[in-house]
């Protein structure tokens, strides 16, 4: 199944890079982006239960908690946490998504990835790995998987699959033509 082509202000990198590429390819920004998250989540939990309004006595009550204790409030701001560890990673995630389908500012993953995929082609090894399953099941990995970072308020779908559907060419890595047609 050939991937759409998406005209893109930068250099497509791969159209459904393997998870451990995608997060091999994190930027600092990216890590800055998953701590901001995590850190920002219980952080709105904990500053939510502030106290709001003065209750006809005078005292403040909380808007979310008015009993609000310490004891109460720690469960709640592990859960946030965990959330927030979660929810940073997919942000982070789909950020080095973006960068390698040519939709944001990619040099330094279009150095590194022409590094890395040049020397794997020099070692006459497979680009993007080998896989043990059958080809119908590479390709239906790769169609379920291509763009899914777009999909993750449904359901977070990542590529796991070693397969040769990336949307690129591989002979700008020096692969030879004849692996070329057994890749189609």
Do not use: C
Not at 143 to 149: D, E, I, L, P, Y
Not at 164 to 180: C, I, M, R, S
């Amino acid at each position: 199944m050939p991937i759409k082509e998406v005209e893109t202000p930068y250099p497509r990198i791969d159209a459904d890079p393997h998870f451990t590429r995608v997060v091999r390819y994190f930027r600092p920004a990216d890590y800055a982006l998953w701590a901001g998250t995590t850190a920002a989540f219980p952080a709105a939990l904990y500053f939510w239960g502030i106290p709001a309004r003065p209750d006809p006595t005078g005292a403040l009550v909380e808007m979310a908690d008015p009993v609000k204790k310490a004891a109460s409030m720690r469960a709640s701001l592990r859960m946030g946490g965990f959330l927030g560890a979660i929810g940073g990673f997919l942000l982070a995630y789909q950020q080095s998504s973006v960068r390698f389908w040519g939709w944001a500012e990619n040099d330094r993953e279009v150095e590194r990835d022409f590094k890395e995929l040049s020397q794997r082609a020099k070692e006459g090894k497979p680009l993007y790995g080998t896989s043990n399953q059958p080809e119908w099941v590479q390709q239906a990995a790769a169609a379920n998987s291509t763009f899914s970072q777009l999909k993750f308020s449904a359901i977070p779908m990542f590529n796991f699959v070693n397969h040769n559907h990336h949307g690129t060419d591989p002979a700008k890595y020096g692969v030879q033509a004849k692996e070329t047609s057994d890749e189609s």
